[in-house]
């Protein structure tokens, strides 16, 4: 612990977001980067805890060195702090921008815990300006071949380290590009595909092939000694409402992985421009959908969630350092405010039915109260039903499972979630078979990907040493 009273001295500060308006006129970066000296005075504010509750199970998946580096960080020893960092975290330039900071919320500082995201999203990209990312190529080849299937964080990190320990490995994406929902699902500002691009080439200079517009194939896959499925949870929920083959109605991975496929090419991406649009689900996804339809000059945005709005402080229930389930306002939402005036969400809402015209194309949509019954459920309140325009419905509400596709090639059953889950929580199917990632573990986080695709790594691993 570098400063005693770094956290008495200096208030929590992030990285800036841009002004709402003038983000909303391009898919850049929503940050503004700090400088070196803010990043050590906010590392300064690490206590060095006795018990780190940042690395416990409540915090970093990854169980990243956060005293460690931060101390170094505020010491200025900057290469040596990255060196720190990327012994645990394998690419702190998706972390370091998409990651909810579950390490933040468990810190002992509590709502002002230590700057951990942004001190780690400096350290990479110091590291990449200044030459010392450099590629690990491994000196010794084990002579084992791995299949990795699916390139989103979970393949990639199970590729980078089955390389790393010397096997030569494959990863096949069905997609035209690496990232899964790195590249196609996360949007431009959160997560520039620059970024997706420069890691994927660095992984390619180390060793690893993608072969991409590939899907998997049981028959090819034989000539592996190990596989590591990594398929996502893609098997999007759908709603239970009228008229749902409307013109108009979208999933939202769709809509943007179109939007992002758009950008990439250099062409027109104004899908929602002059629309009246309704965004169903109040996570996340929904979020990042009303960013982009805002910035494609949509002529309204209403976000949908069928549950109460989160408390604004946390229950005694929810207590620290469990992450907080809490009302928060994301960046989408910030800047409806600014362009509507008034906040996109509407909670306790759902769809009953569409409206279309005469060539089935959505008008608009009726909408209808929920209220919780003595059983718990959600069911509609009579009476409550109210009708908006809507030319394009995007819809945000989760994933089931993983699709039916690869269990069914691979013989695999998955379990009542939809996960191709080992019944022992393993990640190994049987034989050279391996899962990992949203695959396994249902819808999630980068992070937890990124973890569970090193921890099949480290399985598969072992499953190849054990022969000759
Ligand atoms: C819109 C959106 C925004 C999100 N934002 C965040 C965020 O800000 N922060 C955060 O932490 N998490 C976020 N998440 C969640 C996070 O992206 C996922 O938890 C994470 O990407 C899961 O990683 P994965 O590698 O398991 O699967 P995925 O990223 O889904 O990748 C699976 C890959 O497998 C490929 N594939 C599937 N089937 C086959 C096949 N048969 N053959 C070959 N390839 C195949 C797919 O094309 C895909 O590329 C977001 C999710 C969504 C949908
Ligand atoms: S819990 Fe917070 S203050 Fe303590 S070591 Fe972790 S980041 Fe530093």
Known sequence: MGKATGFLEYARKENLFRDARERLSDYEDLHIPQGAEERACQASRCMNCGVPFCQSAFGCPLHNLIPEWNDLLYRGLEKEALERLLETAPFPEFTGRVCPALCEKACNLADDGVTNRDNELYLIEKGFEKGWIRRRVPTVRTGKQAAVIGSGPAGLAAADLLNRMGHAVTVFERADRPGGLLMYGIPNMKLPKGIVERRIRLMEEEGVVFRTGREADPEELEAYDAVILCGGSRKPRTLNAEHMDAEGICFAVDYLTKTTKAL????????????HVIVVGGGDTGNDCVGTVLRQGCASVTQLEMMPAPPAIRTSGNPWPEWPRTLRTDYGQTEAVAVQGSDPRVYE???????????????????????????????????????????????????????????????????????????????????????????????????????????????????LCSWR
């Open 264 to 275: 990439l090419r250099g062409e027109n991406c104004r899908f929602a421009e002059g629309r």
């Open 349 to 463: 809402t759902t769809v009953k039915r569409i409206l279309t015209d005469d060539q089935n194309k959505m008008t608009g949509a009726e909408i209808v109260k929920l209220r919780r019954t003595p059983a718990g459920k959600m069911e509609p309140v009579p009476g409550s039903e109210e009708i908006l325009p809507c030319e394009l419905m995007l819809i945000a509400a989760g994933f089931t499972g993983c699709e039916e596709k690869i269990p069914k090639q691979f013989g695999l059953a998955t379990d009542p979630r939809g996960r191709l889950m080992p019944e022992d929580g393993s990640h190994c199917l049987g034989g050279k078979l391996f899962s990992a990632g949203d695959m396994r573990t249902g819808q999630s986080l980068v992070v937890r990907a990124l973890a569970d695709g090193q921890a099949a790594a480290r399985e598969a691993h072992r499953f």
